[in-house]
């Protein structure tokens, strides 16, 4: 078992290890041109380690059922006007030949957390439906035990993306008021477990808008210390995902400026030269294009954030969910589409998205992974 983060989230900010001492003054109030200089270091720094190369990828909703009260989510679950559907493995794999059509050969199959809906032999059965024509295969569920983790691995998926949502215990208590979530060390130690099951990447990273941002990515900074220190087989990103519009109407707590985001950014990338940082279709294509030389080696494209949104797969299906029961709709012919979890900022098609990066003398990436890179090491 892994030396829990508890204990450090708790102490902080008042005890600090040098390291992030270190990154909290990074996050200290900068002139203009000091942040210009953190940016060329930051630029210097990735280029050094990742060369000019940006990974992208394509998150795939498979359902927008919840059991969950998250103020701040489209799919909480008493938002119950919203059109929700889980998508059958057939229309997964329609969804998901639609992406490698486009280019993409990886994936992220996100779901909201409902037992009854989205289990982990669903899961399975979706990983394996994919693992044989997408080499690279990435998880953003709901929390599970190290053995569960450990079947979605077996079953071909190699990376685990799970967010704190926001580091400050009174916020998030406020945040969320049912459902499974509202167990904050339960999801804290949710990246241990997954690196016991065995993914060899993990995703942490917390979302901006909630609270305090300079005590937000100091934890963030933190609890990405302590995986490094004690996950040390896996390899991690960052991501800093900024609240957008979604069904509730929800209103971000704090300001997050773009000009925050960028020394957010230049600071991990400073402190941790080898974490990945991603990038999301959350933020507008101007300030992508001028993130992404700083930085960042990961992002979406061409996203959409309700299941079946590539294809239409599932829309005979539509139904609502109140009080944990099905209401079925009148007309699904004119329902339009299910409820996606937030608003896209940068609608740019993959291909739009990868031809603004080589303009920027970077190298797009579709592909750095397949399994038969673990058989050939193994045989």
């Known amino acids: 078992m892994q030396t829990s983060f508890i204990s450090t989230l708790d102490a902080l900010p008042a005890r600090k290890t040098p390291l992030m001492e270190r990154f909290a003054a990074l996050l200290e109030p900068k002139a203009p041109a000091q942040v210009e200089a953190m940016a060329r270091e930051s630029q210097i720094i990735t280029r050094r380690n990742f060369g000019r190369t940006m990974r992208l990828f394509a998150p795939l909703y498979v359902s927008n059922e919840c059991v969950n009260n998250c103020s701040y989510c489209g799919f909480s679950r008493d938002n119950n006007a919203i059109l929700r559907v889980t998508l059958t493995v057939e229309h997964v794999v329609r969804e998901a030949r639609h992406l490698v059509a486009q280019g993409f050969r990886s994936i992220l199959l996100v779901a909201g957390e409902h037992p009854r809906f989205v289990s982990d032999g669903y899961l399975e059965e979706c990983i394996r439906a994919l693992r044989d024509f997408v080499p690279s295969i990435s998880i953003e569920v709901g929390p599970m035990e190290a053995p569960e983790y450990a079947r979605m691995v077996r079953a071909g998926a ?90 509730g109407g929800f209103a971000p707590m704090t300001d997050f400026p773009d000009w925050a985001l960028v020394q957010t950014i230049c600071a991990f990338r400073i402190t941790f030269p080898e974490v990945g940082v991603v990038l999301s279709t959350r933020e507008s294509a101007p300030l992508r294009d001028a993130l992404a030389p700083l930085g960042v080696t990961t992002m979406s494209a061409g996203s959409h954030t309700e299941p079946g949104g590539y294809t239409g797969a599932g829309n005979d299906d539509l139904h609502l969910t109140v009080r944990g029961r099905r209401v079925e709709i009148e007309s699904k012919e004119e329902a339009g589409r299910a409820e996606g979890q937030f608003g896209v900022a940068d609608e740019r098609s993959a291909h739009g998205v990868a031809e603004m990066l080589r303009e920027r003398g970077l190298d797009p990436v579709w592909k750095d992974w397949d399994a038969s890179i673990l058989a050939t090491m193994m045989a």
């Open 158 to 247: 190699e990376g685990l993306v799970v967010y704190q949502e926001t580091y400050d215990r009174a916020v998030y208590e406020q945040m969320h008021t049912a459902g499974p979530k509202k167990d904050f060390d339960w999801r804290l130690a949710c990246p241990e477990r997954g690196y016991e099951g065995g993914f060899r990447r993990i995703g942490v990273g917390a979302l901006f808008g909630l609270g305090d941002w300079r005590l937000e990515a100091l934890r963030l900074a933190a609890h990405l210390e302590h995986l490094y220190k004690h996950c040390w087989k896996s390899t991690f990103t960052v991501s800093f995902p900024r609240l957008r519009p979604a069904a």
